[in-house]
Antibody, heavy 125, light 111 residues
Framework: QVQLVQSGAEVMEPGASVKVSCQAS????????ITWVRQASGQGLEWMGW????????GYAQKFQGRVTLTRKTSITTAYMELSNLGFDDTAVYYC??????????????????WGHGTLVTVSS | QSVLTQPPSVSAAPGQNVTISCSGS????????VSWYQQLPGTAPKLLIF???DRPSGVPDRFSGSKSGTSATLGITGLQTGDEADYYC????????????FGGGTKLTVL
């Protein structure tokens, strides 16, 4: 069965960087995108970006451009999200999710069918 | 302020039916497919509806989705207490270089 297993909770100081991992199993890692979504306590879902494990292509939300880097290591079917220059408002649960993207007659079919359990990142001094 | 607009909350009694709306624009819902996610308290989101109206295997047919123009709707019939959750719509937005957008989420309370 498809599983996305994320790394454990992190406590970081302001200005530091954090790297969260997402290990995929149960499917061919390079055939689906990995997307990252975060959720602050009591708030909604916020999309951060996507990564194609086959091509290493990425796309980022404008809000995180220059501060987030999505990478992968295909040999261990693991995706990574690194967020730099952390501020207190980066305290949130970070989720990875598997993305299915197809273009049908010019219309994009895209959704996230499996999600990781989430990684709590706390920014605290 | 989310790009897709959802009502913050809806409520209904067990057994009743409810709909949750999701309003967007031509660059997102109008041009691309919509998906819906259910987030039960303290858990990760789960895919509920994809490609506007398709259900993944295992999702009961009490849940349905539709799209018209730049709006989408999630319908739930025969409400159960276990349906109490936050529901999010989402779609690709083709403006600029392309990004994914979520609605702000709707808290469903089953009275």
């Amino acid at each position: 069965q498809v599983q996305l297993v994320q790394s454990g909770a992190e406590v970081m100081e302001p200005g530091a960087s954090v790297k969260v991992s997402c290990q995929a199993s149960g499917y061919t890692f390079t055939k689906y995108e990995i997307t990252w979504v975060r959720q602050a306590s009591g708030q909604g879902l916020e999309w951060m970006g996507w990564m194609n494990p086959n091509t290493d292509n990425t796309g980022y939300a404008q809000k995180f451009q220059g501060r987030v880097t999505l990478t992968r290591k295909t040999s261990i079917t693991t995706a990574y999200m690194e967020l730099s220059n952390l501020g207190f408002d980066d305290t949130a649960v970070y989720y990875c999710a598997r993305g299915r993207r197809t273009l049908v007659r010019g219309v994009l079919r895209y959704h996230f069918d499996y999600w990781g359990h989430g990684t709590l990142v706390t920014v605290s001094s | 302020q989310s790009v897709l607009t959802q009502p913050p909350s809806v409520s209904a009694a067990p057994g009743q039916n409810v709909t949750i709306s999701c309003s967007g624009s031509s660059s997102n819902i109008g041009d691309n497919y919509v998906s819906w996610y259910q987030q039960l308290p303290g858990t990760a989101p789960k895919l509920l509806i994809f490609d506007n109206s398709d259900r993944p295997s295992g999702v009961p047919d009490r849940f349905s989705g539709s799209k018209s123009g730049t709006s989408a709707t999630l319908g739930i019939t025969g409400l159960q207490t276990g349906d109490e959750a936050d529901y999010y719509c989402g779609s690709w937005d083709s403006s600029l270089s392309g990004v994914w957008v979520f609605g702000g989420g709707t808290k469903l309370t089953v009275l």
